[in-house]
T-cell receptor
């Protein structure tokens, strides 16, 4: 098992550009989510999905879109990048949305918006 | 608003010594509490998960305790090693419909020196 994979590892964007951060898992997990991690702050939930075709907003969804067409993939789209979106982005997955199931994180994507 | 507070913010200890990290939370109703280890530049990795009915959980040299009445948890590291240098993050999950919305602490940065 590869676990949770993310691409790219690093990305530099100019203000206004768009891009997609990729996330995939091979553990057949129903629940997938995207977080951002900023210095001095805890991880914050951007969007999440409880299964293929179902997505919902988290704590900080503005400026981001997601879709879940398959169980394995959960891409995060930045529509028009802003400097405030400079952050480290983590994708995570777990078996289901409820209960105390182990949550697995990807290695992260470090994004800089200039 | 649900909050997770961790202390200390940072800690330096000598290799071989023990240490204890603290976590206080206001999440209610409460489902489970997790401790993660995050190495620099990598995604968080789960150490322990405790439900509200559990008082202690061990994972090798890591022992987590939970007092659901006082809403406090601690992570004790025994016989520290250089590889324990990392950030340790306390994460609390609410009970019920919001169980997907984990609340993350800001972490304690531990440095183990020779």
């Amino acid at each position: 098992n590869a676990g949770v994979t993310q691409t790219p590892k690093f990305q530099v964007l100019k203000t206004g550009q768009s891009m997609t951060l990729q996330c995939a898992q091979d553990m057949n997990h129903e629940y997938m989510s995207w977080y951002r991690q900023d210095p001095g702050m805890g991880l914050r939930l951007i969007h999440y999905s409880v299964g293929a075709g179902i997505t919902d907003q988290g704590e900080v969804p503005n400026g981001y879109n997601v879709s879940r067409s398959t169980t394995e993939d959960f891409p995060l789209r930045l529509l028009s990048a802003a400097p405030s979106q400079t952050s480290v982005y983590f994708c995570a997955s777990r078996l289901t949305s409820g209960a105390a199931y182990e949550q697995y994180f990807g290695p992260g994507t470090r994004l800089t918006v200039t | 608003k649900n909050q997770v507070e961790q202390s200390p913010q940072s800690l330096i200890i000598l290799e071989g010594k023990n240490c204890t990290l603290q976590c206080n939370y206001t999440v209610s109703p409460f489902s489970n509490l997790r401790w993660y280890k995050q190495d620099t530049g990598r995604g968080p990795v789960s150490l322990t998960i405790m439900t509200f009915s559990e008082n202690t959980k061990s994972n090798g040299r890591y022992t987590a305790t939970l007092d659901a009445d006082t809403k406090q948890s601690s992570l004790h590291i025994t016989a520290s090693q250089l590889s324990d240098s990392a950030s340790y993050i306390c994460v609390v999950s609410p009970l019920g419909a919001g169980s997907y919305q984990l609340t993350f602490g800001k972490g304690t940065k531990l440095s183990v020196i020779p």
